[in-house]
């Protein structure tokens, strides 16, 4: 099902589309972002919305906690903005301090995207695309991005692709507010992350480019346990983020990327893609949006900082290459 979301500042049309049916699993997209603005399942018979949302268009422009967003080109952290590329040093949108993060000022999830491809009939299938010209947010090359949702009784597949004539660093993924269950807090989930490793982060939040075992610390979400975090002072990770805001270096043979649960267990959701999943208890949700309610994010995605950091997997995209990505999300409801 499509209908309007609403017009931009400039007169353009912005869409919301529905798939899914009624038995199972819904989503909305936006064409603006390509913001996943609702995932929603029946749970004793009543939908609920296992996302945070808002609910006019003017809100989403003016967010800057990427609410939904698909991020992009490079989602998370490039330090300093800069990163060099077959000897020629890039200067990309520093947005979060002297850093860029998510893809700069505007990035991908605050461009108008095209609708490819929608199966209206079956509502099961759409394809959306996005054109970042040569240089948007400092970037080389001309890019064409896609994302395409598939969606069936209990999962979200989520496939993202890139092609480039030019060399540029891809990391696409997404950036939910997840709350299963929105009338508890969402430090009340139960969270399993089955990761032996964990990137620690110097000033500013750009990992170290170490690798360092979750085994003993904080870190530690091999078991699925309850996710308020601990004090701060008791790790100094969690004082240089305020709480959790780090990537875990995902095992390949691994069962999931990570496993949420709401606080009584009446919904999981499994979450497959990689190689990292970056983990943020959503500490600082409130100073932008203080009615939202409280998330917490988790991103399959490449590594951070993969630009500047020779021993991470690589994330630059060449010409007559495709990048591709793929999210799943799969949810269980007991009967």
């Known amino acids: 099902m499509l209908r309007s979301f609403g017009s931009l500042e400039d007169g353009r049309g912005v869409e919301a589309i529905t ?12 064409t603006y972002g390509a913001i996943l603005r609702s995932l929603n399942v029946p749970v004793r018979g009543v939908r609920r919305d296992l996302i945070l949302h808002f609910d006019r268009l003017e809100q989403y422009e003016r967010d800057r906690a990427y609410v939904g967003s698909l991020v992009g080109r490079f989602g998370n952290r490039i330090a300093g903005g800069r990163f ?4 020629r040093l890039h200067q990309v949108t520093p947005n979060e301090g002297v850093n860029h993060l998510h893809g700069g000022a505007l990035g991908f999830g605050k461009r108008l995207w095209r609708v490819l491809d929608l199966d209206e009939q079956g509502q099961t299938r759409l394809v959306l695309g996005y054109r970042s010209p040569d240089g948007e947010e400092g970037y080389p090359g001309n890019v064409e991005a896609t994302a395409e949702f598939a969606v069936s009784r209990d999962v979200l597949s989520i496939a993202l692709s890139a092609r480039s004539d030019a060399a540029t660093p891809i990391n696409l993924t997404y950036h939910p507010y997840f709350n ?9 989930q139960h969270l399993r992350i089955p990761a032996r490793h ?3 982060v110097a000033a500013g939040l750009i990992p170290t480019g170490e690798f360092a075992p979750v085994e003993g610390t904080t870190f530690d979400f091999r078991a699925s346990r309850r996710l308020g975090p601990p ?22 043979h ?4 990570c496993e949420l649960a709401s606080p009584n267990r009446d919904v999981t959701l499994r979450m497959s893609g990689g190689p990292g999943l970056q983990f943020y208890n959503g500490q600082f949700l409130s100073r932008s949006h203080p009615a939202l309610g409280s998330g917490v994010i988790l991103e399959p995605q490449g590594f951070p900082d993969a630009p500047n950091q020779s021993g991470f997997p690589p994330a630059i995209l060449r010409p007559g290459e495709q990048y591709r990505a793929k999210i799943e999300y799969r949810l269980e409801v007991p009967a």
């Open 231 to 252: 004090a701060l002072q008791s790790h100094p990770q969690l004082g240089l983020a305020g709480g959790y805001d780090h990537c875990w270096m995902l095992d390949p």
């Open 254 to 257: 691994a069962d999931c990327a």
């Open 180 to 188: 299963l269950d929105a009338r508890k807090p969402a430090i009340e």
């Open 19 to 30: 798939l899914g049916d009624a038995s199972g699993l819904q989503v909305e997209v936006l």
């Open 198 to 200: 964990y990137l620690p």
């Open 84 to 87: 060099e590329l077959d000897g």
